[in-house]
């Protein structure tokens, strides 16, 4: 069993949750929120759940390696089938 101290520091889609998407989109604001999202465009407040960020770790293996990017860059994932990374700084958008 886990023995993690539960946070809701991450946001991720319903998409993913509710088993149906991989994760494909992986991102660390600059203020410390993660986001994980599937490749659907019409993410907003209806279809995005908080959660638990080590939980996420814990049971999606395929984002394991992304557990130490740092605050400021987002992770696509280049092939759906594949666990490989593009990481980019996230652009300042103002
Ligand atoms: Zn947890
Ligand atoms: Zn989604």
Redesign the pocket.
């Known amino acids: 069993m886990?023995n993690?101290?539960?946070?809701t520091l991450a946001i991720i889609c319903k998409h993913i949750t509710e088993g149906k998407k991989p994760i494909l989109h992986v991102s660390h604001e600059k203020d410390g929120i993660w986001s994980f999202y599937c490749n659907e465009s019409d993410h907003d407040q209806n279809n995005v759940d908080a959660a638990?960020l080590?939980?996420i770790f814990?049971n999606e293996p395929s984002v394991a390696e992304l557990k130490n990017l740092e605050a400021g860059y987002d992770a696509m994932r280049i092939l759906q089938e594949m666990d490989i990374w593009d990481i980019q700084k996230i652009q300042e958008t103002h």
Do not use: L
């Open positions: 886990t993690h101290v539960h946070n638990c080590n939980c814990e």
